[in-house]
C-alpha cells in the first residue's frame, strides 16, 4: 500500500494534480485576545483515479491481445515483429512480438530497449507499454501525451504537446517507476534532445534554438550551460561528457564536446559526425570531400593532427581496444588500423544501400561484432545469430549490444520506408590517404583485372573510345552531374594531360586516391 500510495502521489506531481495549500493569513497585530484554537475538521481525501496519469504505476496491466512473451531456441528464426533479446553464449532469443491488431490504439509504432536491457519500451500509436524482463510486469502509458526515453537506470516522461504560453514539464522515473524529479524547459517546442550520463545522475537537453541545458536528475534543478552555440542539436557520449552536435541554416556545422559538470572541452567547425576513441587520444570524424563525398580523418586530440583520412568513408566507431575503427564504404564495412591498413570486416557482405544497416563492434571485447542478427568474431567465423523467417512482413529496423558483450538485441519492425539514393560520390571505392591529402586529381583508375579503363566522347558504350586509361591514371571530376545509359551511370572526367571525357563510374574501377 505504502508503494501504491507513493507512485500516486509522484504522478499527481507530475500532471499537476497536486494542489498547494493556500497558507493561513497571518494573524492581526492589534488583537489582544489569542482566537479560540479549534480542531481542524476531518477531511476526506478526493478519490484518486489512475486515468489518466502518465503511467499506471500501481499495478502492472495485462499485455494487449496478441503481445507475449516467447522463447526460441538457438537458431530458430523470429516469426513475428517484436523485441527480441539474444544470448550470445547459448543463442537463445526471448522477446515480446507486436500486436497484430491494426486499431489505431494498438498499432505498433516503435520498440526499444533500456541501456541495461531490463526494460523493453514499446510505443503504440496512443498507448505504450513498459516491460521488465525479470519478471515480465507490463506497465501501461499515455502515448498520446508522452513519450519515453530510458536510460541507465532511470526513464525520462516528456510531453508531446502542450498550450500555447504553457511551459512543459518533464519528469525523471527510476526503474522502479518511482518519481525522481520534475523539471521545466522554458521555450521548448517539441523537438528537444535528451542525452543520459552514463550513471544515470545527469541530463543534457539541446532546445532548438535556445542552446544546451545541463538537468541535475536527483532535484531536477536544471542549468543553462551559455557555452554551447548553434541551432538544433543532437547529442551522443564521448569518453568524459557528452557531444553537442549543432547547426543552422546560414552557419556551418558545430560540434561541441563538454564533460559532465558542462564545461566546454573542445569545438570545431565542418565535420558531419565525430567519434572519440576509448582512451580519448583520438578522434574519428566524418568531414566533406565536396562533390567527391565524405571522408573519415582520424587524428590526434589536442594538436588535431591528422594520421590519415579513408576517403569515401562514413560512419566510424572504434573498436573496444581502441587500435581500430569500423567504417561504412561503397565496399562494404572496413576495419581500419590506427597505423592506416584497411581490410573488409569479417562477414560483412555486399553493401545493401539501405536505410537500416550496421556493423557493430561489441563493448569490452576486441573480437566480437554485430552486423545485422550475426554475432561474429574476428576471424569471421559466426558465434550465434538468428533471422527473420520467410514471409514475415517486418524488416530488422534495429539492434545492438547490451553494456556488455553477453548479449544483444534485435527490433524487427513492420516493414516500410525505400533504400538509399546513391550519388556520384558512392560509386567511388574507397582510398586511405595520408597528409599532404591529394587536392587536384583525386581520383584514380584502379581496376583488379588489369583492364584499363574506356575514356569516351559520349555516355555510351558505343561512343568513340578517346584513350583507355590504365590502373593508376589520376582524375578529377569537371561535373558531378551523372548520365545513366546502356545501364550504367557516367560520369565526365579529366586527367593531368587534360583529356576530357566520359567514364562508367558504376563499374567499380574508379577509386579514391592513395
Known sequence: MRRLMTVILALLVLTGCVKTPTPAPAPSTEATTPPETKAPAPSTPEPVKLEPLPIDGALPVPLPEG????ELASGQAIQEPGLYYMDVATGRLE???FPASDTLDTQMGWAETAPDHQWGIFQMEKVGYLVRRTDGATFRFDAERFW???????????PRAWGEGQIPTYAILDHELKLLSTFSLPGARGHERFLFSPDGNQLAAALPAKGLARIDVATGQAIPVTSARGDGGQLSHHPDGF???T???DQPRRLQWFDWEGRLQGEREGDLDLAFSPDGRLIASVQSMGDYGPAVVVQ??????????????TDP???ANGTELIVSTRMGWQVVSTSGEMQPAPQA????????????????????FLTDTRVVDRTGRIVQATQLADGIPADVAGAGWGPTATEVHIVAAFRGGKGWEIGPAEEFLPGVQRPPFPEEYPLQVQDHQGQCLNLREEASKGARIIRCLPTGTRLAMTSSEIAFADELAWLTVETPAGETGWVAISTGSIAHAD
Do not use: Q
Open 67 to 70: 503481445m507475449r512473451p516467447v
Open 95 to 97: 522477446g515480446w512480438p
Open 148 to 158: 519515453v526515453m530510458p536510460g541507465p537506470g532511470r526513464f525520462l516522461l516528456a
Open 243 to 245: 557531444l553537442l552536435h
Open 247 to 249: 547547426y543552422a541554416t
Open 300 to 313: 590526434e586530440v589536442g594538436s588535431e593532427k591528422p594520421l590519415f583520412r579513408v576517403a569515401g568513408a
Open 317 to 319: 566507431r572504434w573498436v
Open 349 to 368: 557482405g555486399e553493401p545493401e544501400w539501405h536505410i537500416f544497416d550496421w556493423y557493430l563492434p561489441a563493448p569490452e571485447n576486441p573480437d566480437l
